[in-house]
């Protein structure tokens, strides 16, 4: 791991040296709807990708991971490497971690090592995954998209995305990757699922895998994020259900409070 010292710094532990054809680097962390989260795991389960780094920072909240085995481990990000068998397509570097880095230096700090790491295995575009917040939810949450580089976003446009709305800000590595990207002179793109954002959103995850898996041209099955997208609906009816009984009881009380009799003496 490394001595304290070096734990006071951003620094990433590679588990093997690999050669890479064009490689393009998929970045998705925690955040709105976990969306970035749920669609790298997803990637990495589906293509069995392997691991090829980790990266610890002091950026990370201060605490540790508890495993199901009782074991404990410093937060993290992982790289993990998935090969594509055609000839003169793009290998794929996956990332996603534990949680998102702490303040804008912190933020910086971690998405300055993913880039600068990416770079050095030849990473020329940069995609990165989050969500897009609604006030309700929607039965087909669209995918939205922006990018550093208008061919990526036609190309993401084409295969189902619609484009950003002027002046959306997109915080967090989602939004400050496609920044810094331009000053390594890196193509970035970002895909953002709309989601109403307070819980795990496997269905905007699907739709932006959807349209993802288009603009790479690879074969992938969604279908095994059906059956989370089914438990999650039937989540959220139970919670439209009491939302409902709470606002006949708010409406109720109201048209008690406004029946009080006052006695004057």
């Known amino acids: 791991m490394g001595s304290v010292r070096e734990l006071l710094e951003t620094f990433i532990k590679e588990r093997r040296t690999v050669t890479l054809r064009n490689p393009i680097l998929i970045v998705g962390f925690p955040g709105l709807g976990s969306i970035g989260k749920i669609a790298i795991t997803y990637l990495r389960q589906q293509l069995k990708a392997k691991t ?12 540790v991971v508890v495993s199901s085995s009782g074991r404990v481990r410093l937060p993290r990000a992982q790289f ?32 300055d090592a993913i880039l600068n790491y990416a770079g050095q295995r ?54 400050l990757a496609l920044g810094l990207a331009r000053f390594r002179k890196m193509k970035a793109a970002c895909l953002l699922g709309e989601t109403v954002g307070y ?15 288009q603009f790479l041209g690879i074969a992938l099955d969604l279908s095994s994020l059906d059956k989370e997208v089914e438990r999650l609906g039937g989540v959220l009816s139970r919670m439209d259900d009491l939302q409902l009984e709470m606002e006949i009881l708010a409406k109720e009380r109201a048209e008690i409070e406004g029946r009080k009799i006052t006695y004057i003496s």
């Open 199 to 213: 819980m795990p959103d496997p269905k905007a995850a699907k739709a932006v895998l959807n349209v993802l898996r």
């Open 122 to 175: 030849g990473v020329k575009t940069v995609i990165t995954i989050g969500g897009f917040r609604i006030k309700s939810g929607a039965t087909e949450p669209k995918v939205v998209s922006t990018s550093s580089n208008r061919t990526i976003l036609e190309t993401m446009l084409t295969a189902g995305a619609e484009r950003s709305p002027v002046g959306n800000p997109i915080v967090g590595f989602a939004g």
């Open 52 to 63: 090829l780094a980790d990266l610890y920072s002091p950026h990370f909240p201060h605490h």
């Open 80 to 111: 993990y490497l998935w090969r594509n068998p055609q000839q003169g397509k793009n290998d794929l570097i996956l990332v996603t971690g534990d949680c998102q880095a702490q303040g804008f230096e912190g933020q910086y700090a971690v998405v």
